[in-house]
T-cell receptor, first 115, second 114 residues
Framework: QQQVKQSPQSLIVQKGGISIINCAYE??????FPWYQQFPGKGPALLIA?????SEKKEGRFTISFNKSAKQFSLHIMDSQPGDSATYFC??????????????FGTGTLLAVQP | KAGVTQTPRYLIKTRGQQVTLSCSPI?????VSWYQQTPGQGLQFLFE???????NKGNFPGRFSGRQFSNSRSEMNVSTLELGDSALYLC?????????????FGPGTRLTVT
């Protein structure tokens, strides 16, 4: 019940295309869903996050779509660029009465944007 | 504002030894979490500290421990190192504890156990 399942494992997109990464969860107590971007040799960087009371959140070229009934959420990268080539992780957190920041991560998606 | 800093960045140890890793959170952040990243297991939560108290602990053996100081800086210790402990150890800081507060990761410490 603690798992966050992420797909696909890897993704190749042409420059200018849309990259879509999907995640699914079982624990209905999860109430915070961030996405992180990680480049080789670097720590994960927070991209965008969403709470379950919102169905969509957009920041620049990055959009999170959230489907509470299906327990799924996805990251869309519009107009993908070679500089977006990185590993993307979805994550989820359960607010134990505000006591913890513990994140459960998906397995990651390696995105390659071809020029 | 400076980001999360971790020292050392790289470390090579021998089986059976112990190691201490250090993390300095973003100024003003009081919550520090530690994660282990490996190719096989991905990113896994180790433990979390807030106001010098451990708030949560992941499913790791007792060889893994940590602490937080009054200035919010944190250390984690691994005793009796095993080959499987080779990983990237990441520290993340947040303003306070609680889901929904943004966590910012440091560059990590790459530990190699031989």
């Amino acid at each position: 019940q603690q798992q966050v399942k992420q797909s696909p494992q890897s993704l190749i997109v042409q420059k200018g295309g849309i990259s879509i990464i999907n995640c699914a969860y079982e624990n209905t107590a999860f109430d915070y869903f961030p996405w992180y971007q990680q480049f080789p040799g670097k720590g994960p960087a927070l991209l965008i996050a969403i709470r379950p009371d919102v169905s969509e959140k957009k920041e620049g070229r990055f959009t999170i779509s959230f489907n509470k009934s299906a327990k799924q959420f996805s990251l869309h990268i519009m107009d993908s660029q070679p500089g977006d080539s990185a590993t993307y992780f979805c994550a989820a957190s359960e607010n134990y009465g505000g006591a913890t920041n513990k994140l459960i991560f998906g397995t990651g998606t390696l995105l390659a944007v071809q020029p | 504002k400076a980001g999360v800093t971790q020292t050392p960045r790289y470390l090579i140890k021998t089986r059976g030894q112990q190691v201490t890793l250090s993390c300095s959170p973003i100024s003003g952040h009081r919550s520090v979490s530690w994660y282990q990243q490996t190719p096989g297991q991905g990113l896994q939560f180790l433990f979390e500290y807030f106001s010098e108290t451990q708030r949560n602990k992941g499913n790791f053996p007792g060889r893994f421990s940590g602490r937080q100081f009054s200035n919010s800086r944190s250390e984690m210790n691994v005793s009796t190192l095993e080959l499987g402990d080779s990983a990237l150890y990441l520290c993340a800081s947040s303003l306070v504890a609680g889901a929904g507060y943004e966590q910012y990761f440091g560059p990590g410490t790459r530990l190699t156990v031989t």
